[in-house]
């Protein structure tokens, strides 16, 4: 922190205030965040010193230097930044330097790093690898030559136009722009002292259309193979508001930012009509994704056993009687699987032996169920299969209970009430000769139950969607219930129907799966496990 004594031509008052910072250096000089106590607020302002080389040639002819600061007061606009005061620092470190004095620019906050400091329009491009879309880019362009074309119509030339002069502030309809550093690169330091040449507005217009270029295209502009850059840019409206800015003679360019911002109308025009284009198109086919899943829920809702309610995974599923959910007809293939670890990435280790793809995927937890059915149910929520009332869960366990008949019927086992079981009942363990395959079978490979659902006894165990605490030995981890038996069972036990069983939900075993069903609507049955 220091102390800047300011003499200005102003008044006969000396303005005294302190530097917090510096927040910005350029050729002309650095900038600093100032302030002043005022009883028991502080004033907040940037001030902007000059080099030593200004400095000490301005000393020698002052008057520019002063004619400059009474243009620079004139210029009161929302899309200027306000220069306040100007004049001489007495206690400046090496000498007496000239300064203005200026509104503080607070930022966009872009980033942690740099929350102190003025953000400008070079920050901004930075931040999207240094191009910006021309939906966003527009309105900003706007208020560039909204606030030149106020200093053009006072006689008041920027003449060193560019991103790191446009800065940026919050503001309630988006980004509020301030031009900065007006007229310094015309305070020309001759060899007999400083003289003000602020030059023509072409110049003023020809660096608008620089920056256009650049912010829309990512790429410097050359004057060179002007036809050929100029080519580059899209869409055409763009591409014809820029020959005439970057014309290569300045009589052809516009005469100044007052008529450039006429001709950018057109530009504002052509993107509100191919917004409006594009707002119709996404209209019409947020319309077509409403009628897709009304489409499919009435398919659901007439889904039978004979007439299955099909996704996009090719998963059926039928309804059954009792519940309020839609069951699949087969427990989670490895094809169904298989797209989801492709889609997350996830781990899934294989088992001892071959699977097709139409065998119930294993080696899977009962978290890693939970995760298919949530990034299943998102899928097409978002491909319009579902709404977002919708979505995949695993069954409860009384649900189970009422698919597999336990509450209908007084058959002990799903194929009916004696033991052992007959012949190609289900695919159960090789002990009981009862089918034809070592390990897991392809879904649907036995008879369905009454509701056209395969596989509810055998072939894996089925997780449902409660976990508990045991109180015994596992009691250091969550189980989650199975039903169902698996490839592997053989005892007379394991294969009843009404049969439950856990396993720790974080591991996946070769004789573990599971079967999806779809929840119409919101229901206080969520979950269990994250």
Known sequence: MRTVLLRTPLSSDWLRFTTVGCVGSGSTGDVYEAQIENGTSINRFAYRELSDCYSAAI?????????????????????????????????APGGDKFGLVMDFVSGMDFDVELRMRPKSLADYAKKRDGQIPERDLAPLVQQVLSGAAFAHSIGVVHDHLKPSNVMLENAPNGMLVKLSDFGLAGLVVAPRGPKLDLGDARNDVYAVGLMCFKLLTGTNFQAGGFAVKIAQVKPSVWRDFLVKSLHPNAAERYADCGVMLNAFGSVQEDLAMRKARSTKLELRRTQSRVAKVLAEKSKMTTATKDRPWTNSMGMKFVPVPGTNVLFSVWQTRVQDYKKFVKATKREWPKPEFHQGGNHPAVMVSAKDAWAFCRWLTDFERRSGYINGAMRYSLPSNSEWSVAVGVTTSSQLYPWGGWWPPPKNVGNYSQKL???????TSPVGSFPSNKLGLYDMGGNVWEYCAETTDRGNVRAWCKVAVARGAAWSSDGDMALRSDYATDFNEDFGLN??????????????RDQTVS
């Open 433 to 439: 000769g009862v089918d034809d395959y070592e390990f």
């Open 59 to 91: 000393a020698e002819n002052a008057p520019p230097f002063y004619e400059l600061g009474n243009a620079l007061i004139r210029l009161k606009h929302p899309n200027i930044l306000p220069v306040h005061s100007f004049g001489i620092n007495m206690k």
């Open 511 to 524: 004789c573990n799966g599971f079967r999806c069903v779809l929840v119409g609507s919101s229901t206080s």
